[in-house]
């Protein structure tokens, strides 16, 4: 029987800084500019859970999170750090297991053939034990005969911990989930479930209603099958390599800020080029798109000359699109932004590059 054993590296940035500063074990620790040197329209690229007890996460301004968690300790990231060691923990999975996929810097897929949960629990432990007592890294499991389930497992193992979801035990696992819990299902389309009443997972297996079909498409019955423990993922590999990379952040406060905005599309950057430097990828089209208060969506794209692989590269599309944007805005109806996306495609193989080129895509777009 295949399983998957899903990995993801628990609060990625802070751990590789907490290995080297095995002092702030601990306590409340954020990577990103910090505001107390300067004013910084910055945004935090990872928090400690012990920050995050105080409202703090990624893509956060770094002047909220400051005044979240005023005793924090700020870190100022080192992304050639986070590559390389998110190389040796890749380069450490492949030593145990041949079938690994990485998802992006911190999250990565193995597929293995084990005769029962118990077995594939077994080597998922080793890993998971491995990674912690060899690399001094935390990392959370989860493990499921499907992608999409062993995704939602390691999500509900988090922080530290692994959850195995055998076969017969999926629907009861998924029933009480919420429904923002699934991979694809965002803000919006979460919002949309819940208008028909639909909170949790196991809601899902009721009859949906036609106007919430009409609405969502194939993927309504993606989810109802889904809810049902009849998970549909062939479409979840790619043998033409993948499409697209990209990163979303939903504001906590609609805002009409460009510097805001500019600043948090800065910390998307340094999270997305990581992430295609570890897969060996290069970039030759970016997309920049805003969905408004009223969640309507706007969008604009460039596509380069050549393949592209740095941030300054894309740094400078990428901050002229948003431009664009807010300045058509501004002319038109104002609207303040809700959520900001940047997207990569045309994806390729860097030049050099002899590593295989694997996909893992979602069934749907995070809305």
């Known amino acids: 029987m295949e399983w998957t054993l899903y990995l993801d590296m628990d609060a990625f940035y802070v751990s590789c800084e907490l290995r080297d500063r095995p002092a702030l074990r601990g306590r409340p620790v954020i990577v990103g500019p910090d505001p107390k040197k300067g004013a910084s329209r910055g945004v935090v690229l990872s928090a400690s859970y012990e920050a995050r007890a105080f409202g703090v996460k990624s893509a956060q301004p770094v002047g909220a999170a400051d005044r979240l968690c005023p005793e924090a300790t700020w870190i100022d990231p080192e992304m050639g750090k986070y590559v390389a060691t998110s190389r040796e923990v890749r380069e450490f999975v492949a030593g145990f297991e041949s079938r690994v996929v ?15 949960a118990a077995a594939a629990e077994a080597r998922a432990r080793r890993l998971q034990d491995g ?13 499921a005969t499907s992608r999409t389930v062993a995704k939602m497992a390691t999500d509900v193992a988090k922080p530290g911990g692994l959850r195995v ?9 998924l029933a009480p989930l919420p429904v923002r819990a699934i ?3 965002g803000p919006k ?3 949309l479930l819940q208008r028909y009443g639909i909170e949790q997972i196991a809601d899902l297996r009721r009859p949906l209603p036609l106007g919430l079909r009409r609405e969502l498409g194939e993927f309504a019955a993606w989810l109802a099958q889904l809810a049902r423990g009849n998970v549909l993922e062939s479409h979840d ?8 990379r990209s990163v979303d952040c939903t504001l906590e406060e609609d805002t009409r800020d460009p510097s805001e905005l500019e600043g948090i599309l800065e910390g998307m950057i340094e999270r997305l080029v990581p992430s295609l430097e570890e897969e060996h990828l290069a970039f030759q089209t970016v997309t920049v798109a805003l969905r408004w208060a009223d969640f309507d969506q706007t969008q604009r794209s460039r596509t380069l ?18 431009g664009e944007l807010l300045e058509r805005e501004a002319r038109g109806a104002g609207r303040p932004t809700r959520r900001l996306s940047l997207r990569v495609e045309r994806l390729r193989p ?18």
């Not at 990485?102 to 029962?116: G, N």
């Not at 979801?165 to 696992?173: K, L, N």
């Open 189 to 191: 389309t979460s919002g």
């Open 350 to 367: 860097r030049l050099g590059s002899r590593r295989p080129i694997e996909s893992f895509t979602r069934s749907a777009p995070d809305l």
């Open 305 to 322: 000359s050549g393949a592209a692989v740095d941030a300054a590269t894309l740094r400078a599309p990428a901050r002229r699109l948003l």
């Open 183 to 185: 991979p694809g299902v």
């Open 165 to 173: 979801v055998p076969p017969a035990a999926v629907v009861d696992f």
């Open 102 to 116: 990485a998802h992006s810097i911190d999250e990565m897929a193995v597929t293995v053939d084990a005769p029962d």
């Open 131 to 143: 990674i912690r007592d060899g690399l001094g890294l935390p990392v959370s499991v989860g493990v």
């Open 237 to 244: 590999r790619d043998e033409a390599g993948p499409k697209s």
